[in-house]
């Protein structure tokens, strides 16, 4: 049985999905009534920011009325009373791991709670609705827009997310349908460096086939199961069966 050290957990949309977020894909999901090149490129920006700003503006406005659920809850406590590395490496926009306590957090998509300076790159909280033109607090230009990562745009810390994966000896994918690179390679990554890898989806990912371990079902249901084991198993076994 291996003894595991250090973990990295990659969330996506599936995470949030019982917290009543809308996922990205299949019935329902957000890109259903809107085309990705509509609201999620640099080139929609551009041709049409009232849509853009809109669209962000609304589900940040939602997330006033959603609550963590009991995967975001359990992540946390993974963190608080594991004794080992972890890094949960998010693709969300919304605040719930953190609303649930998480710390040791990367947001590679951006946040909706945030603002960036497309003149000077700063990055600001931001809770209100954000009109297109808004004012930089920092250097005045009217160039506020969504902190949101768009198709074509590199997402945010890929150094200390590689890095991360380089160290880690577990690998965990929850709620994404690998669609989306790079965070969809991740577990080609933690493999080649000889890492097990976990998939915890409601249905197989499309990089299904590359994790050692898949576990279908809910993640409010998966993921509290499974951080019980590892906080159980870590002081005498593997958190999975390798
Ligand atoms: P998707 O909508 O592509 O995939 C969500 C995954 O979650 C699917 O595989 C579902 O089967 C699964 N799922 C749904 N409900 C679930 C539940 N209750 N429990 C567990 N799994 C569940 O969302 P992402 O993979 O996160 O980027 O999408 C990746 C990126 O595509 C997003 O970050 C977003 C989008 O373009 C940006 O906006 C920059």
């Given amino acids: 049985m291996a003894d595991f050290h250090s973990i990295v957990i990659l969330t996506g949309a599936g995470v949030s999905a019982e917290s009543g977020v809308a996922t990205f894909r299949g019935p329902g999901g957000l ?3 809107h085309r990705v090149e509509d609201v999620c490129t640099p080139q929609a920006l551009a041709r049409d920011a009232e849509l853009v700003h809109r669209f962000y503006d609304e589900r940040r406005a939602k997330l006033a ?27 969300n926009v919304d605040d719930l ?3 649930a306590g998480s710390q040791r957090l990367l947001h590679m998509h951006g ?3 945030s603002a960036l300076c497309a003149a000077c790159g700063v990055r600001e909280r931001w809770d209100a609705p ?4 808004s ?8 160039a506020l827009r969504p902190d949101i990562v768009f198709f074509g745009e590199m997402p945010y810390q890929m150094e200390r997310i590689e890095a ?9 994918s929850i709620g994404t349908s690998g669609a989306v690179y790079p965070a969809a390679g991740f577990v080609q990554t933690a493999r080649h460096r000889g890492a097990a890898t976990l998939e915890l989806n ?3 990912s499309e990089g299904s086939i590359w994790f050692e371990e898949s576990r279908m079902g809910p993640a409010g249901t998966l993921v509290p199961e499974w951080v019980e084991e590892v906080l159980s198993q870590s002081t005498q076994s593997s958190p999975i069966s390798r």
């Fill in 111 to 113: 946040e909706l709670k």
């Fill in 202 to 204: 409601l249905d197989p």
């Fill in 65 to 91: 009325q959603v609550e963590p659920n009991a995967a975001h809850l359990a992540l946390a406590r993974l963190e608080a009373q594991w004794p080992g590395e972890l890094l949960l490496v998010t693709q």
């Fill in 164 to 172: 991360a994966l380089a160290q880690a000896d577990l690998f965990v």
């Fill in 31 to 33: 890109w259903e009534g």
């Fill in 130 to 133: 954000l009109p297109p033109e």
């Fill in 135 to 142: 004012e930089c607090p920092n250097c005045g230009t009217p």
């Fill in 97 to 99: 791991h953190e609303r």
